[in-house]
């Protein structure tokens, strides 16, 4: 693949990578809401990230600033995407690297297999890298005989947890530290069988495990955060230090890049640099900031490749509407204010990108129908639109994509489905003021199912309407409790008060009348 194929977009393939989940979200949701445990994990470690970030982002002045430079940057980037690109190309090409183009996912494995074997080595490191996970690439390494070992602390914990990441930046953040002591002991052969659930113990103990791992591996594998079109230049950030050892101490380095996470000048990166650790972790800055260009004789990898994935994203690309999702920077803001997650966690989506950028990035890299239930894990609350450092409109990209399923249904089936058929019945009512009244009226009918008492949002009680047992309102009630409708509507009361106003007021005389 090249630069030219920009113009032909794909979608991620089937039976490859993990963007597509085995049940589609309900059906997972329903198991994962009677886990009590990964629910008090995940509100606990989202609320105290919310908590961070809200804090350090009340700092700056100038935030909304900031996000409206983000978002223009990326806008300007994807709008030019092409150039950029072979720009990059020329560049890291000039400067002692190579890079490769995979159209998708099967494409990036086989590259990267490739390279691996033509160095000699059975084993690489890693740096935390979705995308990676997104093509699965330590599944595709493993079959060849080439085992990839995870630096970054929480993927670890995921690896030797034989588990999947469920957040974007804290793949463990489902796992508790007494868990977490427990995968050590059973899945680490040099640990203390003493090991404390202490967060210092365990980070002792995963460094211990890694040490030797980084200092015998000839061959590194890494993601990026950013790379500089203008200079060739690849960003990574991290809290860790285990990428700066990653990209420092092998002697070759292969980077997977999806082709979005270009900027065009070194310049840009002031905008992102300010904006990623804020949004992620919370702080200020990111501890590690580390940058290469090219290869630089006698100084770190000797081998630079550069595998730039398409994947589905020009399909992405070419979508007018859908094309913002790209502008993600991973930060994982969305999902820590989202309630659908917090309540649901991320294996529920299926895929590497879980929560609410998931729901609109996932979709649109494999097609819509191969993940038709995820535009609709939202409540459409808007706080994930909010919260995002470049400022993705998330709940319009969920409404189009919602919008896109409903259309291919429509051109795929000869009846309506039954939520299409009740939406044109409505649609029918409404459009008739006289239809539309006496359908008002008529659901006053509905206080005969308030039978049950519930307790609303201000703590009173109210009379709910529980689970109705018909097909088109059925599986709607099952997860939503409806007031009972009062006993008069807003248009009988704007009636009667209008009637009594006009009744009770004094009448004039047609002529001038007295003035004194």
């Keep these: 693949m090249t630069a030219v194929h920009l ?103 086989r590259i990267v297999i490739d390279l691996v074997k033509a160095t000699g080595s059975d084993e690489v490191v890693k740096v935390k890298s979705m995308a990676t996970a997104e093509i699965a690439l330590n599944e595709a390494l493993e079959a060849e005989g080439i085992a990839a070992f995870e630096t970054d602390l929480a993927e670890l914990i995921v690896q030797l947890g034989q588990d999947k990441p469920s957040h974007i930046l804290v793949p463990a953040i489902h796992r508790n530290r007494a868990e977490i002591r427990e995968i050590f002991l059973r899945e680490m052969g040099d640990v203390d069988p003493e090991l404390t659930d202490d967060p210092a113990a365990l980070a002792g103990a995963a460094r211990q495990h890694l040490r030797r791992k980084f200092l015998s591996a000839r061959v590194a594998v890494s993601g990026a955060n950013f790379a500089v079109a203008e200079t060739g230049t690849l960003a990574v950030v991290e809290s860790e230090g285990n990428g700066r050892m990653c990209l420092t101490l092998p002697q070759t380095l292969i980077t997977v890049m999806g082709i979005e996470k270009l900027v065009p000048r070194e310049q840009d990166l002031e905008v992102f640099l300010q904006l990623l650790p804020r949004s992620s972790t919370g702080e200020r800055m990111n501890p590690y900031t580390s940058l290469w260009t090219g290869v630089v004789p006698g100084d770190g990898p000797q081998e630079f490749h550069l595998v730039l994935l398409d994947n589905g994203r020009t399909a992405v ?74 400022k993705i409109n998330i709940p319009e990209i969920l409404v189009h994509l919602r919008a896109a399923h409903t259309e291919t249904y429509a051109a795929e089936h000869r009846l309506p489905s039954v939520e299409a058929a009740a939406m044109k019945a409505v649609a029918w009512v409404m459009r008739n003021p006289k239809r539309w009244t006496l359908a008002v009226r008529s659901g006053r009918l509905g206080r005969v199912l308030g039978r049950r008492r519930g307790v609303i949002a201000r703590g009173g009680a109210a009379e709910m309407i529980g689970r109705i047992p018909l097909p088109v309102v059925g599986p709607w009630t099952d997860s939503r409790d409806l007031k009972r409708p009062p006993q008069q509507t807003f248009r009988d009361w704007w009636s009667a008060e209008h009637e009594s106003a006009t009744s009770s007021r004094p009448s004039t005389s047609s002529g001038r009348g007295d003035q004194s």
């Excluded at 709008?79 to 190579?98: C, D, F, I, K, S």
């Excluded at 991973?330 to 929560?355: D, Q, T």
Aim: charged share 20%; glycine share 10%; proline share 6%.
């Design 317 to 390: 690309l070419s979508d007018a509407r859908g094309r913002d999702a790209l502008n993600c920077i991973r930060c994982s803001a969305c999902l820590n204010v989202c309630p659908v997650y917090e309540r649901a966690g991320g294996h529920a989506y299926g895929s590497v990108y879980p929560g609410p950028i998931g729901a609109i990035l996932s979709p649109q890299l494999t097609g819509v129908e191969d993940n038709a239930s995820l535009p609709y894990a939202s409540s459409l609350c808007g706080a994930c639109y909010d919260v995002c450092p470049v």
């Design 7 to 109: 113009g032909m977009p794909v979608v991620s393939p089937r039976g490859v990578g993990h963007l597509r989940g085995e049940e589609s979200f309900p059906e997972f949701a329903r198991h994962s809401l009677t886990d009590t445990q990964l629910r008090r994990n995940l509100g606990n470690a989202t609320r105290t990230i919310r908590d961070k970030r809200a804090a350090v982002v009340a700092e700056l002045p100038d935030w909304e600033e900031l996000r409206e430079a983000g978002r223009q940057l990326k806008v300007h980037t994807m709008a030019n995407l092409p150039a950029y690109l072979v720009q990059l190309e020329e560049v890291v090409t000039a400067r002692g690297g190579v890079v490769h183009w995979a159209r998708d996912a099967t494409e990036a494995n």
